[in-house]
């Protein structure tokens, strides 16, 4: 079945640094990415969706310049957290939607496919 | 604008005890409603869905009834195995039907003891 593999699934690293996270559909190609993050005890919420080609789309709330997203290509989206403090510190996952039987995405009948997810913490 | 709630784990049951985990929603209109399950190092998957008012949603002996009058979706298991060791999330879909609309509950953890 189709894969979405997120790396790196565990990363601790000091408050100022940047660090990135990727996702890549294995075996389909996926125009889509939703970018989550959820706090311990707290709801998966969407920070943002990226776009192959073009730039992404940020809910409400969510900083832009602390979480800059990519998707360069047609299986790969990145999200890279820049200058991490400690209160940054969570589970972020990825998912992407594919057509069913392979076919194109339509509104309301895709399967997502989530990536295992990354926790975060800054120290 | 929508919420999902759900039962606050963990949850530890003994091999073969009957499963519940409740979820309530709040939506506009009429949405979708989804159980994910995540097992350990792998991404989230769909585990059953319903999409109308008492429609059910079934698999893997999982079963959740979409309530409409109860705005729940609680998710039931006669007889549960190590196997469902997971973390379960409750999510819906709004009425516009994009996947970017999909609200998720905090998910619940479930240990399953031999």
Redesign the interface.
Known sequence: GAV?S?HP?WVICKSGTSVKIECRSLDFQAT?M?W?R?FP??????MA?SNEGSKATYEQGVEKDKFLINHASLTLSTLTVTSAHPEDSSFY?C?A?RGLAGGPVR???????????SRLTVL | GDSVTQMEGPVTLSEEAFLTINCTYTATGYPSLFWYVQYPGEGLQLLLKATKADDKGSNKGFEATYRKETTSFHLEKGSVQVSDSAVYFCALRGFSGSARQLTFGSGTQLTVLP
Do not use: D, H
């Not at chain 1, 509104?107 to 997810?117: P, Q």
């Open positions: 979405v997120q699934s889509t939703f989550y959820q005890k707290q709801s998966l919420m969407l969706t996952i998912s939607p509104s309301g009948a895709n399967v997502l496919t989530f990536g295992a997810g």
